[in-house]
Each structure stands twice: as structure tokens, then as C-alpha cells.
């Protein structure tokens, strides 16, 4: 089938850069929700898949969630309506709901490059600042 034991070899080390290859980082964020704003211990990460650790501080006093969109929009200029982004007006990667005070919950996602909003879009939330930018690059 081959001409070539080189051929053989070739393809055989091809084959196993292609398998071996990482592609994609794996990385951890430690995202915390506050009464009035998302703190996000890296406002950029690298492609790929991105865990989101989100706690809520103990002292909001308010269950929150977690959400992220795909948008080249500014994280503060999202459209409200109502208390609440519409949500279906932009690519939703994953969310996590009702994060208790002083709970926490986990979000493992697969990010392309592009930019990102983090938002709670619990009615009224995102209007008290509850909202950041996440950046993914190549």
C-alpha cells in the first residue's frame, strides 16, 4: 500500500502529532458575585475549555447567577428589558442558577476567541452592575 518505509514512518509521526497535540489550554477562573458587581480573577484567558469557579459572597444577602454570552457588545451596554437582558438575542455558552450567600457552583465551558459578557440576569441585577468582560484569544 506504502512505496516506502519512510512513508510508513512519516504518516505514523503525523498521526501521533495530530493525536498528541493539546490544541486547546485548560484553564481556571474564580469568579465571585457581589451586590453590585462579577469579580473575575482574569479578565482574558486562552481558547479552549474554561472553568468557572463562582462563589457568591456571603454577605449579598441575594441568590444570583452566573451566565455567559458571546457578544462583541460592551458587558454594560447589553439591551435591558423588563430587569433583564433578553438573553436570546446573543450566543449563550452556559449558566449556572441560584447561587445562594456564601454557596458556590462550577462552570466548565468550551470557548472559542472572541469576547464574552458575564452577567446575573436575575430581574434587576444586571442593572446594579452585576456584569464583566471576558476575553478569549487564540
Not at 6 to 17: H, I, M, P
Not at 22 to 41: F, R, V
Not at 125 to 136: E, N
Amino acid at each position: 500500500m506504502f512505496s516506502s518505509p519512510r512513508t510508513v514512518v512519516f504518516l505514523g509521526v503525523a498521526a501521533l502529532g495530530l493525536v498528541c497535540s493539546p490544541g486547546y489550554a485548560e484553564q481556571t477562573i474564580k469568579a465571585t458575585m457581589l451586590t453590585n458587581a462579577i469579580q473575575l480573577d482574569a479578565s482574558d484567558v486562552k481558547a479552549g475549555k474554561v472553568t468557572f469557579e463562582v462563589s457568591n459572597a456571603p454577605n449579598t444577602g441575594m441568590t444570583h447567577e452566573f451566565v455567559v454570552l458571546k457578544t462583541d457588545l460592551a458587558a454594560d451596554k447589553l439591551p435591558v428589558k423588563n430587569g433583564q437582558v433578553s438573553e436570546s438575542q446573543f450566543k449563550k455558552m452556559g449558566e449556572v442558577e441560584d447561587i445562594d450567600p456564601g454557596k458556590s457552583k462550577r462552570l466548565t465551558l468550551m470557548l472559542a476567541p472572541g469576547r464574552y459578557a458575564v452577567i446575573c440576569n436575575r430581574p434587576g441585577h444586571y442593572s446594579m452592575g452585576l456584569h464583566t468582560s471576558l476575553l478569549v484569544t487564540p
